[in-house]
């Protein structure tokens, strides 16, 4: 009998053991699981996570190439003259197709859009070529362009008429002092044996300036057209009297060009 309960004890014993080993190895396993399904997670999550860093940054440098984009090109209006450029700015927007350019222009004009752009430098040109929008981006391509062989006509003051006047007055009080820049030797000698002449140039300004330059012995007229129609009269402390058509008009000793306005 106490023999039977021994045994019983033993294996009650022996049972308790092991459902407690089994116990432990469960749990042991079953937490190396989930830190394995932890580690996944975590690595999966980085990998979005690098996968979004990266897809950004590739959006930014793909906007900044973009808004950076460098073109060479040169610009031809089709109603004006060619243009060459030379070291000058052009900015571009990706909401734009319209140029313009400043500074450093040479005598031809220049044929602008009616927009105005900003951002983007440009600089440097080629022989012949000019940018072209592709799909309303800021996309580029060179376009080749025929020659223009238009000649630049370059318009300067004509002199059309030039004769020593005698003003009426006394040309000693008168008393002219300037730096007679434009005094030739040959004027300044004429006139002098002349005594009270005046040598007058009569000039036509392209940009139909009108004014004057006076000097001891030699008086510029810009606009004056009608040079028989002027009549001088020498006044005391550099002052002259000129009259022409309804117009009297006061001229002061000047080497600097002095604009006037008269009534024509």
Known sequence: MKTKQIYSRTFFIIGIIIG??????????????N?????????????INDSITELKEKKIVK????????????????????????????????????II??????????YLND????????VGFDEDTVFAPENDSLEYKL???????????????ELIYANIL???GNKDNFGCNTNNDYDSILVNNVVRSTKDG??????????????????HNTLVLYGFYEYKNIELKYLKNSFIELKYKNNTLLLQCNDNFTPLHIEK
């Open 20 to 33: 407690l080993g089994f116990a432990i190895i469960y749990n042991y396993k079953t937490k190396i699981n």
């Open 35 to 47: 830190d394995q399904q932890e580690v996944a997670r975590i690595v999966e999550q980085n990998s």
């Open 63 to 98: 906007a900044k190439i973009k808004t950076e984009k460098i073109v060479k090109t040169k610009i031809i209006s089709k109603n004006h003259p060619k243009k060459v450029i030379t070291d000058t700015t052009i900015v571009v927007d990706s909401s734009s197709t319209a």
């Open 101 to 110: 350019a400043n500074d450093s222009l040479r005598n031809d004009s220049l």
């Open 115 to 122: 927009s105005i752009i900003e951002d983007t430098v440009i």
């Open 143 to 157: 376009l080749e362009i025929e020659p223009n062989n238009s000649e630049i006509n370059i318009v300067k003051d």
């Open 166 to 168: 005698y003003p009426s």
């Open 198 to 215: 005046l040598y007058v140039e009569f000039w036509h300004s392209p940009i139909n300036s009108t004014g004057y330059k006076l000097s």
